[in-house]
Structures are given as C-alpha cells and as structure tokens.
C-alpha cells in the first residue's frame, strides 16, 4: 500500500490483485462471468456499468494484471481520437514485440459523442485493443449500438454494508502501512456510521474515514470519537442515503412542493436530490406518476410534458439535462391540481375486487363468429355517432350490477372544468 499520505486513501489502498476485490460476487464467484474469463485469460471488450465507488476502474486494472496484458488508461472527459489512435498504434507495436495484449480502458466512456465511440470501432472489431468502457450511465442510451454489440455489458451492483465494512476494516488492520506510525482507535459503531453514511460506494466510505481521522488528528487524538465523524459528515453534506430516511424525505419534500403548487420548494428539492447523487431518471419518472396522480385532466399537457422530458433526457443526459428537468418541475408546480385519476382507480377497483369479474352485457362483447352472433354477442348495440352529439341517453355500459356507479367526478380545476360541464350538457339528456 503507498504511503505517500497527499494521495486520497481512496487510491493509496486500492487493491492490485483479485484476491484483495471486495464485491460484485455476481461476476466474481466461482461461477461467475469475469473469474471465469480471467482464468481462461480470455478477456472480451466490456462495458462495466454501475454506480460510482462499486469498483470498476479497480477492477480493470485487475483483469489486465490477472492476465498479464498492457493496460492503458483514459479518461472520456479529458482525451479525444488523437489520443486514442496513439495508444492503439503503442498497443499494436507491443503486441508485435512483445506477444502482450493491452487493455485501453475508458473511463466515463459515456461522455464521447458518436464520433468518438465511431472512432473505437474498427480497433475493437480487429481486436487491436481489448476494450473496457466504465460508466455511471445506461448504456443502452449513452453507448452507441454499433460499440455496444461489440462489447459485453456486465452490470456492477452498488456495494454491501458488510462488503464496506470489510473494506474499512483492512485499512485499519493495515495502519501502518497506509498512516504512517500513528495508530488510531477506531471502534465497531464508527464504522457502522462511515459504511451506513456511504451509501454503497467505496471511495465514499474511504474518503469519509479519511475525513473523521483527520477531525481527530487536528485535534491531536488518537481516539475516533462520534463527533468527528459528525464534523466530517457535515463537511461533506452531499452524502444522500438513496435506500435510507433522508432519500424518502427529500422525495416527499419535492412531490409535495409541487402538488402545494410552489415552483421554487420543488426546483430547490429537485437540485438537492440531484447535486446529493440521485439518479435523474428516478426523479423524472417520480414527475410523470405526479403528473397522472395529481394533475391529471386538470392538465392534459402536463403528462405530455413529463414524458417528453424523459425522451428528452435519453437524448441529452447530463448535465444539459437538467433544463427539461427543471421546465417539467416548475410546470407541474404551477399546473391546476386534480386527482381523479387516483380516485376513480381507487373505486373502480373496490368495486371489483369487491363483485368480481361481473358479467360484461351482451351488447358490449365481440362478435366476430357466426357462432357468437347466435347467441346474442354485440346484440343490441347502439353506435354513438349515429346519434346527435354523439351520445346516447341513458345507454348503459358497466355491467348490470354496477349500473349507477360514479366514479369519475371531475373537479372544478383547470379543464377538468370543461370536462365537468360537457359530461353534464350531455347527461342532462338523460332526464
């Protein structure tokens, strides 16, 4: 492990062989895909796909060690095809001296554009390189087809409490070679703290430890006290627990601020959500059930907006996207609010659970035999526009035990209002 204490301890322990990976047993135990690619030393281009800290970058340093082949590796933020074909010409030089394959591994690879991805093509396909592409991303969306059927998607799972632990604990084991001659004491419930406050990642869990040893240290102690993983905590407030309290919170904070009608709450909760790590999709599907739950005819258009956000989303990702984002927030914010979409469910589905699978009327089934017809299917129907204004008086739909059920009762808001006073124009004929 490097001593050198100006390098984040994220990095000064990361492990270099298989044996020392923590989690992702999925790929990595006995039966999995990866362990079994790497004793073979048959290594395809991948695209490793997780959320952050879950250990892909660690990971393809490891697959290339296991193997014994080169490994280069880029950042999609910070390099561009120039760099890339000079990495490739080097990988193909080394194969022909040296028998070696190497591993161009590409970090973020989600943020190359379609030219760039283009550009990986042809070195993958004559296997001049063995790719593998990291990214927070769905592939699927940020991953162009033509690189993606030529890679292998395996999906990296966010990191267990006890994996964290585990993590934690070998530092601590391990003091003096990653702190130096000072030992500090660290107990149990720390730890549990640290790994609770992780959140599943584990440059998070290892940058919090850092943070609360270094509290300590300011202080000249040696002994972890709660309080200064409290003070560390606190240095590092974006920590958002996506399975915990503060996740349920800040999401029912967001909803309630825009079924309260108050752009501002709801834009300042969905930034937090955002900036805390939250994954923007869950968020925007969160505003398409708002927009059927608690707008819902009040506003037609604004379910037609919450779903072209999304499509919009796929199209742009980050961080441009968060302008339909913010667009879809506040419209909905500011939308007239009705919920008869839930409540009409609500009592449709008592009703039936309640009755069971009723008798549909004979006038309303399919008839498309001879043999139906006989017995009477689709008898009796009436076809609405033949009739002035398109509607039947006092025609009947629901089964015969449900005849007078209500369940739709649309309010006075927004076009709900038109609704409500053209179901009773034509319902008036009924009289």
């Given at each position: 492990m490097d001593k050198n204490r100006k390098v984040p301890l994220a990095q000064r322990v990361r492990p270099e062989v298989l044996?020392?990976?923590?989690?992702?047993?999925?790929?990595?135990?006995?039966?999995?895909?990866l362990k079994r690619a790497i004793a073979a030393k048959n290594i395809p281009s991948m695209i490793l796909w997780g959320p952050p800290g879950s250990g892909k970058t660690t990971l393809a340093g490891i697959i290339a060690r296991e193997v014994g082949y080169g490994f280069e590796s880029i950042s999609a933020v910070l390099f561009g095809v120039k760099e890339i074909k000079g990495l490739v010409e080097k990988a193909i030089e080394t194969e022909r001296l040296f028998g070696k394959k190497t591993i161009l591994f590409?970090?973020?690879?989600?943020?190359?554009?379609?030219?760039?991805?283009?550009?990986?093509?042809?070195?993958?396909?004559?296997?001049?390189?063995?790719?593998?592409?990291?990214?927070?991303?769905?592939?699927?969306?940020?991953?162009?087809?033509?690189?993606?059927?030529?890679?292998?998607?395996?999906?990296l799972n966010s990191l267990s409490e006890d994996d964290l632990k585990k993590i934690i604990n070998r530092v601590i084991a391990n003091q003096k070679d990653v702190f130096g001659r000072i030992i500090f004491e660290i107990d149990d419930k720390i730890?549990?703290?640290?790994?609770?406050?992780?959140?599943?990642?584990?440059?998070?869990?290892?940058?919090?430890?850092?943070?609360?040893?270094?509290?300590?240290?300011?202080?000249?102690?040696?002994?972890?006290?709660?309080?200064?993983?409290?003070?560390?905590?606190?240095?590092?407030?974006?920590?958002?627990d996506k399975k915990g309290d503060e996740h349920y919170n800040v999401v029912s904070a967001f909803i309630k601020s825009m079924r309260g009608s108050d752009p501002d709450a709801a834009v300042y909760y969905m930034v937090r959500m955002l900036e805390s790590g939250e994954d923007p999709l869950f968020i925007i599907r969160r505003m398409i059930i708002f927009a059927a739950e608690d707008i819902g005819n009040a506003d037609p258009q604004a379910l037609v907006l919450a779903t072209s956000t999304l499509?919009?989303?796929?199209?742009?990702?980050?961080?441009?996207?968060?302008?339909?984002?913010?667009?879809?927030?506040?419209?909905?914010?500011?939308?007239?609010?009705?919920?008869?979409?839930?409540?009409?469910?609500?009592?449709?589905?008592?009703?039936?659970?309640?009755?069971?699978?009723?008798?549909?009327?004979?006038?309303?089934?399919?008839?498309?035999?001879?043999?139906?017809?006989?017995?009477?299917y689709s008898s009796g129907y009436k076809y609405p526009h033949n009739?002035?204004?398109?509607?039947?008086?006092?025609?009947?739909?629901?089964?015969?035990?449900?005849?007078?059920?209500?369940?739709?009762?649309?309010?006075?808001?927004?076009?709900?209002?038109?609704?409500?006073?053209?179901?009773?124009?034509?319902?008036?004929?009924d009289d």
């Open positions: 044996s020392d990976f923590v989690g992702q047993q999925h790929l990595l135990g006995d039966n999995g895909f590409v970090d973020e690879i989600h943020h190359f554009n379609k030219s760039q991805q283009d550009a990986l093509l042809p070195y993958v396909e004559r296997g001049d390189v063995i790719l593998i592409g990291a990214t927070t991303e769905n592939p699927s969306f940020s991953i162009n087809s033509a690189l993606l059927s030529r890679c292998r998607v395996l999906v730890v549990s703290m640290i790994t609770r406050y992780s959140f599943g990642d584990a440059r998070r869990a290892l940058n919090l430890l850092e943070a609360t040893i270094t509290v300590a240290s300011s202080e000249n102690r040696t002994e972890i006290k709660e309080e200064d993983f409290q003070k560390a905590l606190l240095d590092k407030i974006h920590l958002y499509i919009a989303f796929q199209h742009i990702g980050m961080p441009e996207g968060v302008l339909p984002m913010t667009e879809c927030a506040i419209y909905l914010s500011c939308a007239p609010k009705s919920n008869t979409s839930l409540t009409s469910y609500v009592k449709a589905r008592k009703d039936f659970l309640e009755h069971g699978p009723l008798e549909i009327p004979l006038k309303l089934r399919n008839a498309p035999t001879a043999l139906m017809k006989s017995l009477g009739f002035d204004g398109n509607y039947i008086p006092n025609e009947v739909y629901l089964p015969d035990k449900l005849a007078k059920r209500r369940y739709y009762e649309p309010t006075e808001n927004g076009f709900e209002k038109v609704i409500k006073e053209r179901l009773l124009r034509i319902k008036k004929r």
